[in-house]
């Protein structure tokens, strides 16, 4: 197989272009030459008067010949010659004519003639043509002739200046003094920045290292989110340690033919050993770390095969400044990856998403890069707005501000507290529509209830406990209650509202969650009845089930003999992960709908607030809850059917 490589160097030089035009230009005269017949002399005459076939039958003595050309085709035409001259009669008539003529003419009169063959024609090529026709048209028919052939042709050449897909891996080679940013920018992420820190040092003190017979290449594989800065710290370390940066991606070395990425990773390998000092940087490489022999094809493997071959080094001094960084979204702790590949790499960083604190130092460095007057400071709680973006990576962050600026500047305002909540709700739920629910009153009114259920039941341990309605308001994460629709989700009404930065969740917090879960169906049965539960809660329900299986199936959380019943494959562990979680889920909801019981005159009282208002913020719900307080605590001081045991103290802890 050619070195394509090799040629697009060469083609560099301007002789060697030269010199291939030149042959070219040679091989295609030589084509146009070989497709030419050389052609009779004799004058052509053209016409298209009808007379002159019929004169034939007075002239059949001097006739020399006569032949039909093309007698199928929309216009025959008619070619004799005489003896007595030297020039070729051609006479074009219309195949409705043709017919006639060949009866009442030609066979009546016995006048010889015959079809004129493919050879004739290619010698006499004046016969077909028009009248007025010229050289530009031998070279449309030579191109219908050799499209085919032009178009190889141009493909080669096009493959030889510009490469086959998947060759050059779209790499991109930077220098340090390009490279923007500092380490500095990584706002909070101290514990990723430290060992960033440390890298840089195992970089430049390479020959300390090696006295510790460290001698292997320092790989580095970067895991974690999207949006958490993987790309933007490999520049800060290139441009830190004052090296090149060739940045590629992994899905580009999925090229179309086989041992395109492996031709690609030489390529960039040998790119970055002819700079020295350089770093390799392999983005979305994830697919190159799933476990190789899966396919039948085995050629599917040559790139990551490849890949492990490069990164193990080369024992010359060629390749030892070369530094190999691959960025994955996800992980070995998460994702089955080949055990070869991640040996290869001495140094791993995973990155996080970033904690309360870092949210808020994050949001404020985004906020302080607008110009003065542009953001209302006095007017802006980032500890409130911190604590609603937990799960988000900076990058997303830094959409939810992006997107305030855009409403700020479409409202003519500027940007505070509200306006973030706002950006957020738009960001990550999507637009909210009145109209689609302004006209359905009966389905608004179920949606108010439906989501009036959710919200009682996650302030329900708080109301238990005795708090008072001040300190249940501090401790529940409600932010507002629309019944506007929400397309992104399909959703007629939500419950917007914050929650923990929690990475541990206890047994009785998710029993809290899926009661505030069932809280919604668990309204509508209350008021609508058994059989007027609607579909709008489906969503809810997948999520309970998941929860519950989590519980039950994987976690074994409700037995003494803490098993994993999902990787046990028979009927015997499906059955009792089944019949464990139906049992809890009745239990469950029947605490749900015993509880929701107590809070119905509420709910009926805010119901109608909540449909003329179509949206209640927090501050708006508990206003009306003082104004219903005695209805609350009576409903609360009501005796009850059913009690589930609950760690209530845990619960508001």
Not at 171 to 190: H, R, T, V, W
Not at 520 to 536: D, K, P, Q
Not at 565 to 580: C, K
Request: glycine content about 6%; overall charge negative.
């Amino acid at each position: 197989m050619p070195k394509f490589a090799q040629l697009q160097i060469a083609f560099k030089n301007v002789y060697v272009r030269i010199l291939t035009a030149i042959v070219l230009g040679m091989l295609t005269g030589w084509f146009i030459y070989k497709a030419n017949v050389p052609q009779d002399t004799a004058p052509v005459v053209h016409s298209q008067n009808i007379a002159e076939i019929t004169e034939l039958a007075a002239n059949k003595e001097r006739l020399d010949y006569l032949l039909i050309a093309k007698p199928l085709s929309d216009s025959p035409r008619y070619v004799y010659k005489f003896k007595d001259a030297p020039q070729l009669h051609v006479v074009k008539v219309p195949s409705t004519s043709h017919l006639s003529l060949e009866r009442e003419v030609l066979l009546k009169n016995a006048i010889p003639y015959s079809i004129a063959k493919d050879d004739y024609l290619a010698s006499h090529k004046a016969v077909l043509e028009e009248e007025g026709e010229n050289f530009g048209t031998d070279a449309v028919d030579f191109l219908k002739r050799h499209a085919l052939d032009i178009t190889v042709l141009l493909v080669i050449l096009y493959a030889i200046k510009f490469g086959i897909p998947g060759m050059g891996a779209g790499a991109q080679m930077i220098s340090p003094d390009k490279l923007k940013g500092s380490l500095d920018d990584l706002i909070g992420m101290e514990d990723i920045k430290q060992e960033v820190l440390h890298l840089e040092d195992m970089i430049r003190n390479r020959e300390l290292y090696q006295e510790h017979n460290i001698d292997k290449p320092f790989n580095v594989m970067l895991t974690g989110p999207a949006g958490t800065g993987k790309t933007k710290l490999v520049g800060y370390l290139a441009k830190r340690l004052d090296i090149p940066l060739i940045q590629a991606s992994g899905s580009a070395l999925e090229s179309g033919y086989v041992g395109g990425g492996s031709k690609a990773l030489n390529a960039l390998y040998r790119k970055a050993s002819s700079k020295g000092r350089c770093i390799i940087f392999l983005d979305e490489a994830q697919s190159l770390f799933m476990p190789r022999g899966r396919s039948e094809k085995k050629w599917e493997d040559d790139t990551a095969n490849t890949l492990l071959g490069l990164l193990d080094g080369v024992k010359s001094d060629k390749g030892q400044g070369v530094i190999w960084v691959v960025a994955s979204n996800f992980d070995d702790a998460s994702t089955e990856m080949d055990e070869a590949m991640l040996r290869r790499f001495s140094v791993k960083i995973n990155f996080r998403l970033p904690n309360k604190a870092e949210r808020r130092e994050l949001l404020r460095s985004f906020l302080a890069r607008k110009k003065d007057g542009l953001v209302d400071w006095s007017d802006l709680d980032l500890d409130q707005v911190a604590e609603i973006t937990q799960n988000l990576s900076p990058a997303l962050l830094e959409t939810v501000v992006e997107r305030a600026s855009m409403l700020s500047i479409q409202e003519k305002t500027i940007i505070n507290t509200d306006l973030l909540f706002r950006a957020y709700e738009r960001a990550t739920i999507g637009l909210t529509d009145r109209a689609t629910t302004a006209e359905k009153h009966k389905q608004r009114e179920r949606i108010a209830v439906h989501e009036l259920g959710h919200f009682f039941m996650q302030i329900d341990p708080f109301l238990r406990q005795g708090l008072s309605l001040a300190q249940v308001k501090e401790k529940s994460h409600l932010l507002k209650i629309s019944t506007e629709a929400v397309s992104k989700i399909g959703a007629l009404g939500y419950v917007l509202q914050s929650g923990d930065d929690m990475s541990l969740r206890t047994l009785e917090e998710l029993e809290r969650d899926v009661i505030g879960l069932y809280g919604g169906v668990a309204a509508e049965e209350l008021f609508y009845g058994a059989r007027g539960i609607s579909v709008g809660s489906q969503n809810d329900i997948e999520k309970i089930t998941k929860m519950l299986n989590l519980m039950v199936g994987r976690l074994s959380m409700y037995s003494r003999a803490k098993i994993d019943y999902s990787q046990l494959q028979n009927d015997a562990s499906g059955e009792h992960t089944l019949r464990q979680v139906e049992e809890k889920s009745d239990e469950l909801y029947s605490y749900t709908l015993d509880a929701i019981r107590d809070y119905e005159a509420v709910i009926v009282a805010l119901k109608d607030t909540l449909l003329d208002q179509y949206v209640l913020s927090k501050d708006a719900v508990f206003a009306l809850l003082a104004e219903h307080e005695e209805a609350l605590r009576a409903g609360l001081d009501a005796p009850r059917a059913v009690n589930l045991t609950l760690c209530a103290e845990e619960a508001v802890a």
